[in-house]
């Protein structure tokens, strides 16, 4: 009967770890260097969103779509040169959206499901980020085309939305991203909580054979 009910509190315990390490899988970790990766994505983000005025990079930080492209891809921080700007699924393929909620969007997904920030809504929550431009009217550049070249799309931090603006006449922040190695699912919690009660049922069925 003991063995029976060792065999059930393995298999909670299991079940209670492994939906612990989903829980925490979805979680931001500062990398203590400037960066924070999210470990839900796997990717990991300058941890000051405008970087690129407190660098001395740009006067205001807002720049043209082509501009942002290239201090992006020819970004050195961290120890780490593949730097891009933030991407969101394109006209035709899967995920694609526009306006709120667009959670499959890069911006979208850190603003809504990690930060949990809510629509139409000023944004009030940031983690550890710093200098999110989030309150006036300029928004920040996707690395996605919106049907032409000529217009490409953007995610405005006052609010959630995701929109459609001129890649040339207009100016955007830039934000730069990229992307990690996969990391595996955190097992050391499931090993430590299964273990004890693995060798403490082993040890209770030694002791029963040996009666």
């Known amino acids: 009967m003991k063995t029976s009910r060792c065999i059930v509190s393995i298999f909670i315990l299991?079940?209670?770890?492994?939906?612990?390490a989903t829980i925490s899988s979805a979680v931001l970790v500062d990398n203590g260097d400037g960066t924070?990766?999210?470990t839900?994505?796997?990717l990991m983000w300058i941890q000051d969103a405008n970087y690129t005025m407190t660098s001395g990079y740009d006067a205001d930080g807002v720049m043209n779509w082509f501009d942002a492209l290239a201090w992006a891809e020819n970004l050195d921080y961290a120890g780490f040169v593949d730097w891009r700007l933030p991407t969101t699924p394109g006209v035709g393929e899967p995920g694609y959206c526009t306006e709120f909620n667009c959670t499959e969007s890069e911006m979208g997904h850190l603003y809504y499901t990690v930060l949990g920030n809510s629509?139409?809504?000023p944004m009030v929550n940031?983690?550890?980020f710093t200098n999110i431009q989030s309150t006036g009217g300029d928004s920040y550049w996707f690395n996605k085309e919106f049907r032409t070249p000529s217009n490409v799309m953007t995610f405005f931090f006052n609010g959630g939305w995701v929109g459609i603006e001129d890649c040339c006449d207009q100016e955007n922040y830039a934000w730069a991203v990229r992307d990690m190695s996969v990391v595996p699912e955190p097992i050391s919690s499931?090993?430590?909580?299964?273990g004890g009660t693995l060798l403490a049922c082993r040890s209770y069925i030694k002791r029963k054979k040996t009666a």
Do not use: H, K, P
């Not at 499931?190 to 299964?194: R, V």
């Open 14 to 20: 299991v079940l209670f770890a492994l939906c612990f």
């Open 119 to 121: 629509a139409g809504s």
């Open 126 to 128: 940031f983690g550890s």
């Open 36 to 38: 924070i990766t999210d």
């Open 190 to 194: 499931i090993l430590f909580i299964t």
């Open 40 to 42: 839900d994505t796997n």
